[in-house]
């Protein structure tokens, strides 16, 4: 072979060996016939969110894959998700349950995918993990025996539960009574009047002596006698310095005199029809050792006593702490006066004196500085009153607040200055306690206020009976905040608040049942207001929210609403028909309230413990609100409480003259009540991706597909919307709309999307079909989400054909629709956007017909619920919510069309991301 044909096979050689790659990559058109240059592709673990790989190479020319020189396609070196490969879990700790809370096992909880890992198993929830209250796991507290004194209780030697304070002797649960010593009735003297062991005890004492140590008051302070025709200002300037002297403010010789015989000082009032009612003044003082008087300024007790000339019903008698203007101080801090009338009296229409009979009135008191007085009253019928043997007696351990209160009152034995072995009235007949969630005593009167003005007037104590019991006539009525309760969080709210106001607290107390049983006796007919609100002053006063029960003679009731709608009234529109009363015979009324959800109350009445049951349709009104009982008896009130609240108040209003309503215990209980938990519509997790491409062709991802939000020319690059991965990155200043709903094209090609008007979409198959748009989204504060938006729609300002999803700074999330300029409703969930995490929306529509679209928005694969009004944008169109959180636009689309824009519009400061994106047909229902 010459050298010349020696070349020319060489050659043929090197060309067919150059032929198979130029073969194997001529296939794409972008790069031309070249030869592979692989680059390795490192292999990925598969996680519970994302795909992994295999190690393999990859031409960066044509993207052939190889793996170990075997040819391979992209779905055969891809791992698919893994659903327990989990890379971000924050571990929980085991927690024993006890007597009050329960508790759980250990758990793990992923970041990722928001799923939970229990026992190595990957669940949706951490119910599995959860664990009941344990009621007999206490944590018990050592108590040693504590002997009473005459100041304090005592109690047996015992353990108690720090959790919830049930006390154990010998690991018996028993009751706090039965371990209870009450404090003893001895008390020792010092030569200052003092017990050094209770010191204080004489205002828990109703009486300060007790029946085995009669004491007689000997450390009387004397003092000087003024003329009683001085002006106020010159009196007042004397009282200043002549400490423990006696005046009276009325003038004339024969209203008032002072005698002052063999030292012992007296005052007589006389009253008639020219002087109705007297004061006297008394500046406290102490008698020095060398026969000087001493101002006295601190805490003492206070003794005189009272005599009356005739037999009188008195309007205002007794002594109180005033100042130099001779105005009381601090009256709430004060006993009040015997009587019937007037400020700062009991409020008592039979309070009575007999003749001749010398009544005691002990006092404990304080003064805080040299200008104030004790006043003496003394307004009745037409008599003469005398007060006499006045003592003072210092007391240690002051407050520093000025107060009074009532020790003792009672008639004495002025032969030997000792009290009367017999029966003491109750000084102050509200012993009753019981303490209500918001920390008052129901069976105080000052937290009762009258039933016949909405000035939240105090009714006085002229209602309680001599047991301490409460009790109501027509001249009475009132109401009082019972209905209080605390949420998670400590706030105190009521069970029937406003939904849209106090959504979080409110989730709190859904699994609670509160119980309010009063022990009853009632004569003649009344209404009782529940959950009044504030000016739901009775049945009359439609306006306003409340229920009404009315209670007549022959022992039937029957309950009536007001709903705050004055069409919406209804009067004894449902009766009993199983269960009654009887009149002036003790019963147990009971009210069961249970707040099921933020719209739902349910609430049940029970008479000695058996359930009421009634007649009577239930009745939806025309705003679609609904009421009505169940056979059981249970009255249930749906949608109502979504966006407007009833009250806190219980309301005793007595319907005749000769009606009498006693109320004389109550008892509230709370228990959890086991619900079956809804089932929450959920989506099964989507796969996102970055890039991706929409249904128009375009990169959601592609920054030259976004326009500026406020104007339709503006057309985004990279530096001002994308990071350096790849995100969609928006701010205030860069809010930014896009093209994203398209999801058909017509038979000329043209785009159409799923609100396009009626005409636009004729022939095309995209109706009765669920249209799923994922976004992986994340955002450092409050944000507005445009959907299907139109051309001239730029932002939520802008008010134009559009529905836009919110978040506020609290992350609570609204939907609201605009049209033609202006906010047709707006609704508001519960849920929140977690500002410290990415999260999934997902929106999901479907075009129903011709002119409804339906719209259903998901956090996190949980379909969000929401509150509001419906509304009816014109004549032919409406917009609603159903209980599922749909959202349903009916009849618009047929005339008019929304738009396909996305729009993302940050609030001022926040900074929105978008990180990935999917699309899904889903098929026909």
């Not at 000339?309 to 006993?335: D, L, P, T």
């Not at 047991?467 to 109401?479: C, E, I, M, P, T």
């Not at 309760?485 to 608040?497: E, R």
């Amino acid at each position: 072979m010459n050298k010349k044909n020696k070349t020319l096979i060489t050659g043929m050689a090197s060309l067919m060996m150059f032929i198979p790659a130029m073969v194997s990559c001529s296939g794409n058109k972008n790069h031309g016939v070249h030869e592979h240059a692989f680059y390795p592709v490192m292999a990925k673990e598969a996680t519970c969110v994302s795909t992994g790989n295999i190690a393999y190479d990859q031409c960066i020319y044509c993207k052939q894959i190889e793996v170990n020189g075997e040819r391979k396609t992209l779905e055969e070196v891809t791992l698919p998700m893994d659903p327990d490969a989990h890379k971000h879990l924050e571990d929980f700790a085991a927690i024993a349950p006890t007597c009050i809370s329960g508790g759980n096992t250990a758990y793990s909880y992923c970041e990722d995918c928001g799923k939970y890992v229990i026992d190595g198993e990957t669940v949706n929830g951490n119910e599995s993990a959860l664990l009941p209250i344990e009621p007999n796991n206490h944590h018990l507290e050592e108590l040693a025996y504590k002997a009473p004194t005459c100041g304090t209780d005592g109690y047996k030697a015992h353990m108690e539960c720090t959790l919830c304070h049930k006390d154990f002797i010998d690991g018996q649960e028993v009751s706090e009574d039965s371990i209870f010593i009450p404090k003893t009735k001895q008390h020792v003297y010092d030569e200052n009047g003092a017990d050094n062991v209770c010191k204080k005890a004489f205002q828990f004492d109703n009486q300060v002596f007790d029946d085995n140590n009669a004491y007689s008051l000997s450390a009387c302070s004397k003092g000087k006698e003024m003329n009683s025709t001085q002006e106020k200002a010159p009196i007042a300037e004397a009282l200043k310095n002549e400490r423990m002297t006696f005046i009276t403010q009325t003038d004339g010789e024969t209203a008032t005199t002072v005698s002052n015989e063999n030292g012992d000082i007296s005052l007589t009032h006389k009253v008639d029809k020219d002087n109705p009612q007297a004061f006297t003044r008394i500046a406290p003082g102490v008698k020095k050792n060398d026969g000087t008087i001493e101002t006295y300024v601190g805490k003492f007790l206070f003794s005189m006593d009272v005599t009356f000339k005739e037999n009188v019903y008195v309007a205002r008698v007794g002594a109180m702490i005033v100042n130099s203007s001779f105005s009381v101080i601090s009256a709430n801090s004060q006993a009040k006066l015997l009587g019937r009338t007037g400020a700062n009296s009991e409020g008592k229409a039979d309070r009575s004196f007999e003749a001749g009979v010398t009544y005691r009135f002990v006092y404990s008191m304080e003064t805080t500085d040299e200008t104030q007085l004790i006043q003496l009253w003394g307004c009745s019928n037409m008599t003469t009153i005398t007060y006499s043997n006045f003592h003072l007696i210092p007391l240690t351990e002051a407050e520093n607040k000025v107060s009074s209160t009532f020790l003792y009152f009672g008639k004495t034995d002025m032969a030997n200055n000792e009290f009367h072995v017999e029966p003491k009235p109750n000084p102050d007949p509200a012993k009753k306690s019981v303490l209500m969630p918001n920390e008052q005593n129901f069976f105080d009167a000052a937290n009762w206020t009258k039933a016949t003005s909405n000035d939240q007037e105090a009714l006085g104590e002229g209602i309680y009976e001599s047991d301490g019991s409460l009790s109501f006539d027509k001249n009475s009525a009132a109401r009082i905040n019972l209905f209080h309760v605390k949420a998670n969080d400590g706030t105190l709210i009521h069970v029937g608040d406003n939904a849209s106001k106090k959504a979080e607290q409110l989730a709190g107390i859904y699994s609670k049942e509160y119980s309010y049983s009063l022990e009853m006796l009632v004569n003649g007919s009344f209404d009782m207001g529940i959950l009044a609100a504030g000016k739901a002053l009775n049945k009359s006063i439609t306006e306003q929210a409340a229920l009404y029960l009315t209670f007549l003679e022959d022992g039937s009731i029957s309950m009536s609403q007001t709903s705050g709608d004055p069409s919406s009234v209804f009067t004894d529109h449902f009766n009993v028909a199983s269960g009654s009363y009887e009149q002036g015979k003790k019963f147990t009324f009971t009210i069961k309230l249970h707040r099921t959800d933020a719209k739902t109350l349910k609430v049940q009445f029970l008479i000695n413990g058996a359930a009421l049951k009634w007649n009577g349709d239930a009745i939806t009104t025309k705003t679609g609100y609904s009421y009505g009982f169940d056979e059981n008896g249970v009255f249930t009130s749906s949608k109502y409480l979504a966006n407007i609240g009833m009250g806190q108040r219980l309301s005793v209003l007595p319907t005749s003259e000769s009606s009498k309503v006693t109320i004389s215990d109550l008892k509230i209980e709370t228990k959890t009540v086991e619900t079956p938990a809804e089932p929450e519509a959920s989506l099964d997790a989507l796969e996102v991706s970055n890039p991706y491409t929409m249904y128009n062709g375009y990169d959601l991802f592609a920054s030259g597909n976004w326009t500026a939000a406020n104007e339709n020319k503006t057309v985004r690059d990279d530096e001002t919307i994308k990071d350096s991965d790849g995100n969609l990155v928006f701010k205030k200043d860069t809010s930014s709309r896009i093209d994203f709903f398209h999801v058909a094209k017509d038979a000329n090609g043209n785009l159409r999307h799923l609100a396009d008007k009626k005409d636009n979409i004729a022939g095309l198959d995209i109706k009765n079909k669920d249209y799923r748009f994922d976004l992986d989204m994340s955002s450092s504060g409050a944000f507005d989400l445009m959907m299907l938006g139109n051309a001239s729609a730029f932002d939520k300002s802008d008010k134009n054909n559009s529905f836009y999803l919110s978040a506020d700074a609290e992350g609570t999330l609204s939907l609201s629709f605009a049209l033609n300029k202006t906010f047709m409703s707006t609704f508001v969930s519960e849920a929140k956007f977690d500002f410290t995490k990415k999260q999934r929306i997902s929106i999901i529509m479907n075009r129903v017909n011709d002119s409804d679209i339906d719209i259903s928005i998901y956090l996190d694969y949980k379909q969000v619920k929401w509150m509001g009004e419906s509304s009816k944008p014109n004549t032919s169109s409406a917009l609603s919510v159903n209980e599922e959180g749909k959202v349903s636009l009916t009849g618009l689309l047929a005339t008019v069309g929304l738009g396909q824009r996305l729009g993302v519009m940050p609030a001022d400061s926040s900074t929105v991301k978008i990180l990935g994106a999917a699309f899904l047909p889903s098929p026909t229902k």
